[in-house]
């Protein structure tokens, strides 16, 4: 499974952002595609996260109620739609994928198997 992630940018606070993740390769047995970012200094954190057998969605604390996860079927393609977005949100973006529940259930980065390429988002104040 290849993933290629894109959309990344610079934006003011309280603007937006739309975060799209490709999936190539043997997706078929996927079960959940998420997206993780990593902020200067810091570790990588869990952000959110789409279920792909029924289109669940899980979120940080921090990121409930501004940012949305949803996917196109037929492009194999997950988006994470950044609103009301703040300093704090500056960070590489990764997208993330895995065929066990355990991914979706620890959401740590030791439990996602598949990572793509990090995409920068700069949040100016």
């Known amino acids: 499974v290849q993933l290629q992630a894109s959309g990344g940018g610079l934006v003011q606070t309280g603007g937006l952002l739309r975060l799209s993740c490709e999936a190539s390769?043997?997706?078929?047995?996927?079960?959940?595609m998420g997206w993780f970012r990593q902020a200067p200094g810091k570790e990588r954190e869990f952000v959110g996260a789409?279920?792909?057998?029924?289109?669940?969605?899980y979120y940080a604390d921090s990121v409930k109620g501004r940012f949305t996860i949803s996917r196109d079927n037929a492009e194999n393609t997950v988006y994470m739609q950044m609103n009301s977005l703040k300093p704090e949100d500056t960070a590489v973006y990764y997208c993330?994928?895995?065929?066990?529940?355990?991914?979706?259930?620890?959401?740590?980065?030791?439990?996602?198997?598949?990572w793509g390429r990090g995409t920068l988002v700069t949040v100016s104040s």
């Open positions: 789409l279920r792909l057998s029924d289109d669940n969605t």
């Open positions: 390769g043997r997706t078929f047995n996927l079960y959940v």
């Open positions: 993330a994928a895995d065929s066990s529940y355990r991914a979706l259930r620890l959401k740590t980065v030791a439990g996602f198997y598949y």
